[in-house]
C-alpha cells in the first residue's frame, strides 16, 4: 500500500478521517506510524495528499489530510479480456489497476472453463477489492470500470465496435505474423484471449470489426505476464 | 504446457521417450491425447520437435520423437532480483523463464526480508521446477542459470561489472526521472529491487558501476507486474 485510499465515510470533520480495519493494520504493521507521521493518502475518485498522524489507538487512527494533486493520468487503453481462472482473475484485476487501465471488459470464450463464471472472485465486492489493491500500490486514486459479458458474439458484433471508437484495436495472438508494436501513442483497445488462446473463429470476429493481430514474439506467455508485456510495448 | 519437456533419461530407445508423472497427467488431463496424435516436445537444453503418441496406458505415454528446430532465442538480458517474499518469487521465476531471460541473480538488499532467505522455494530443485514450468509455457527448452548472492556490496562492487560487460545497465527506479527507453535494441543488465525498493544508498552504488536508473512511470509497480513491462519495453 503505496497510498492509502480514503473513502467519504472515513470523513469525521472536514479535514479528518478515521481509518479502521485492514488499513489500520497496514499503516501500524508496515508504516509503523506514530503522532506526526505523515503518509500519502487519496480519496477515491478523487485527489491525492498527505494524511498526518493526529490521533493513534488499538481501534483507529485518526489522520489530518490535505490534498495537493490529481491523480496520475489514466492508461488510454481499454482492455477485453476473457475471464482467466479465478487464482489469475484476482491478480490480474489488481495487476491492470495499478497500470492505470479505466475500462475492462470480461468476456467469454471458446476455451473459458464454464466453472470459471461461478467464482465468488466475480463478485461486485471481490472485484473492487482488488482494484483497490492496485490503485493502492500505483499511488492512483481512480476507480476502473469493470463489466461483464457472458456472450462473445453478441458483444464483439454489437457493442464492441462502440467500444473500438477511434481507438487502435489490438488482438494478442501469438499466431500472429505482426510484431506487437512499440508505444504507438495512441488510444488502443486491446482483446486478450484465454489460456490456450482464442479459437479461430473469435480471432477472426475480431478482424471483421476492426482488430490487428500482433504478437508478443515466438513465446507464448501465460495471461499475467502477457498483459503487463503488451500494455507496457502499446503504451 | 504448451510445450512437453523431454529429458534424457525419458528416452527408451533412440527415438522413443516414455513419460509418467506430472507430465503425463497434462498429456492425459489438458490435451486428451489418444493414439498417433502429435504434441509439441524439446529436450531440455536441447531441440524442439513433435512427439508421437505411440501408446497410452495409465502409467505411462510412448512418444515416438522427431526433432524440427533450434528453441528460440535467449532474451538478451541478465536479471539481477531482489529477492521477492516466497510466492512471489515462485510466480517470478516462472514468468522470467517464460520471457527467455536465461541469466538471474537473486540478491540481497536492505528491504528484503531475512526470512524469505529461509523459502523452501529458494532449493534448487523448486527454482528448476518454476524454471521448467516457464519454458513449457512459452515452448523453450534451454534452462535459465540461477546464481543466489546474499551479500549486495561485494556482489555490486566485485561481479557486476563483469556481468554487465558490454551491455547496458539500468536499474528500476519509481523515483528516477528518465522515463524507461523503448526497444534499444541492444543486451541489457536490468536491476529490479525488492517491494518497497531499493533504498538510496543501493541505487547509489549502482549508478557508481555504471547503471542508469529509469522509471515506468509515475505509477508503483509490483515486482510481478513491473518484470513484465521492463523486459517487454526495453527488448
Not at 478521517?17 to 475518485?45: C, F, M, P, Q, T
Not at 494533486?69 to 491492470?96: D, F, G, Q, S, Y
Not at 477489492?129 to 461483464?148: I, Y
Request: net charge negative; hydrophobic share 45%; glycine share 6%.
Amino acid at each position: 500500500m503505496n497510498l492509502i485510499l480514503l473513502f467519504e465515510t472515513d470523513f469525521i470533520s472536514k479535514n479528518k478521517v478515521r481509518i479502521s480495519g485492514r488499513r489500520l493494520k497496514h499503516i501500524v504493521d508496515v508504516h509503523r506510524v506514530s503522532d506526526g507521521d505523515e503518509l500519502e493518502v487519496g480519496l477515491l475518485n478523487g485527489r491525492i495528499g498527505i494524511g498526518r498522524v493526529e490521533e493513534l489507538t488499538d481501534e483507529a487512527v485518526d489522520l489530518d489530510v490535505r490534498y495537493e494533486r490529481e491523480p496520475p493520468t489514466p492508461l488510454p487503453v481499454t482492455l477485453i479480456l476473457a475471464l482467466p481462472r479465478p487464482k489469475v482473475l484476482r491478480r490480474v484485476l489488481k495487476t491492470v489497476s495499478a497500470m492505470g487501465v479505466k475500462n475492462i471488459y470480461l468476456v467469454n470464450a471458446q476455451r473459458v472453463e464454464k466453472s470459471y463464471w461461478q467464482t465468488p472472485f466475480l463478485r461486485e465486492d471481490a472485484v473492487r477489492e482488488q482494484l483497490m489493491l492496485g490503485l493502492e500500490q500505483a499511488r492512483d486514486t481512480m476507480l476502473p470500470s469493470v463489466e461483464v459479458r457472458q456472450r462473445f458474439r453478441p458483444f464483439v458484433e454489437d457493442e464492441l465496435p462502440g467500444i473500438i471508437g477511434s481507438t487502435i484495436p489490438v488482438v494478442a495472438d501469438p499466431a500472429a505474423a505482426k510484431q506487437c508494436p512499440v508505444a504507438s501513442g495512441q488510444a488502443i483497445t486491446l482483446a486478450v484471449g484465454p489460456e490456450g488462446g482464442l479459437i479461430p473463429y473469435e480471432i477472426e470476429m475480431l478482424l471483421s470489426v476492426g482488430f490487428t493481430a500482433v504478437s508478443l514474439g515466438e513465446r507464448v506467455l501465460h495471461v499475467e505476464a502477457a498483459i503487463p508485456a503488451l500494455l507496457s510495448r502499446l503504451l
